[in-house]
């Protein structure tokens, strides 16, 4: 008799949700409304603060790393294992947040989304040159489908991933060009537009384009994996 390896813990939807969003609602919160809070709060314990104008992502991001920290250590408390997106996510937002903030430099936040796209898909692509598919860890067990309908998906977010780096890398520095990184020059007007895409536009790029895979996977999905499991489990078979 053989004993069937238990499942992992995953987390619930509104568990899953609240790690994947809370880190960027507290982003965005702090960026867009951080100025007029910033009083209100000091207030609350008696202190006078005040954000300048054109310091707002340094407290976004100041608010950030500590709430994805606190979402990243709640994932694995609750499902026993570390995610290896979450992962390399922690580790890019805990460089690139913590420069920022020492050197008072923008310029390396503007620069995460393309710097983690781009190892998205160099890893993907790697990984498929090395006759290994990496994306399977990505939806780490979630999706059972036969290799070839791997290799397409795999090749299809590789290049999904190196567009958005792109994307990314053409927007902060068209909508930055003329202002000042290290955040002594004041305001800079294309800055809230490059939050929006990044916080928005991508965000809801990354839905449709799943959702647009939903065809592929739906094709070869074993429809009838979970009939022969039930049937080999039932002991009256």
Request: hydrophobic share 50%; glycine share 8%.
């Amino acid at each position: 008799m053989s004993e069937s390896s238990p499942s992992p813990k995953r987390l619930s939807g509104g568990a899953k949700l609240a790690v994947d969003m809370g880190p960027l609602a507290v982003f965005m919160i702090a960026y867009f409304l951080g100025r007029k809070l910033a009083p209100i709060a000091g207030g609350l314990v008696g202190q006078d603060w005040t954000i300048a104008e054109g310091e707002e992502m340094y407290l976004a991001i100041g608010l950030f790393m500590p709430s994805f920290l606190a979402a990243f250590i709640y994932s694995v408390w609750k499902e026993r294992r570390v995610a290896p997106m979450l992962m390399v996510t922690g580790v890019i937002v805990g460089v690139l947040g913590s420069l920022t903030l020492i050197l008072h430099n923008k310029t390396f936040f503007y620069m995460k989304p393309t710097i983690a796209y781009t190892m998205f898909a160099a890893v993907l692509a790697g990984g498929l040159m090395a006759k290994r598919n990496f994306l399977k860890l990505v939806f780490d067990g979630a999706l059972h489908l036969p290799d070839d309908a791997w290799k397409t998906l795999t090749q299809r977010y590789a290049v999904f991933f190196a567009v958005l780096a792109i994307s990314n890398e053409i927007a902060w520095r068209y909508l930055m060009r003329d202002c000042d990184l290290t955040g002594d020059g004041g305001a800079c007007s294309g800055e809230k537009h490059w939050v929006n895409l990044k916080v928005f536009g991508f965000t809801i790029a990354s839905l449709v384009f799943t959702a647009l895979q939903t065809p592929l996977i739906a094709k070869h999905m074993p429809q009838e994996e979970d009939d022969d499991a039930a049937n080999e489990s039932d002991p009256k078979s």
